[in-house]
């Protein structure tokens, strides 16, 4: 049976990665609004992930015997000026959510429950991936900065996203 505290901890979780995806959503709509067709993609791809996400907590919640309570998402911005302003966002949202993961990772280990820390295992792991991922991106859009055409080849390069 999960503990009120790990489940409220986790229930929050749920709507970060939510909110995650309709944040990653938005941009992949801004990007399609101005033809970047391939961080498009990358974007939506990424929504399709944090909606993953969500929904294994979701299971892990009903697993213990847990309710989950789903809570209101808020909107996210958008529009954003540039490909390095959203995804230097989309580093910087995925740090906060590392931050979170970790929290909820120490408030399992302080309550014993093992099952939930070893849950998160996973999530830890992923949020490595994912800040490789976005702070990769960035620097090489840094490098790109304001030259159209490898903007243009970079922008194809994220449409191939596995
Ligand atoms: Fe589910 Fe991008 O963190």
């Not at 998160?120 to 055409?149: C, H, N, R």
Request: glycine share 4%; net charge negative.
């Amino acid at each position: 049976m999960l503990k009120e505290k790990i489940q409220d901890a986790l229930n929050l979780q749920i709507n970060k990665e939510l909110f995650s995806a309709y944040l990653y959503q938005s941009m992949s709509a801004d990007f399609a609004a101005k033809n970047f067709d391939g961080a498009a993609g990358w974007m939506a791809k990424q929504a399709g992930e944090e909606v993953e996400h969500a929904q294994r907590i979701y299971k892990h919640i009903i697993e213990r015997g847990g309710k989950v309570v789903l809570k209101a998402i808020d909107a996210p911005k958008t529009s954003w000026k540039s490909h390095l302003d959203a995804f230097e966002e989309a580093y910087a949202h995925e740090q906060m959510v590392t931050d979170s993961i970790n929290k909820i990772v120490d408030l399992a280990q302080a309550e014993k429950d093992h099952a939930t820390a070893s849950f998160l295992q996973w999530f830890v792991d992923e949020q490595v991936e994912e800040e490789d991922q976005t702070s990769a991106i960035v620097e090489k859009l840094k490098m790109i900065k304001d030259a159209p055409g490898a903007l243009f080849m970079f922008d194809a390069h994220l449409g191939r996203r596995e």
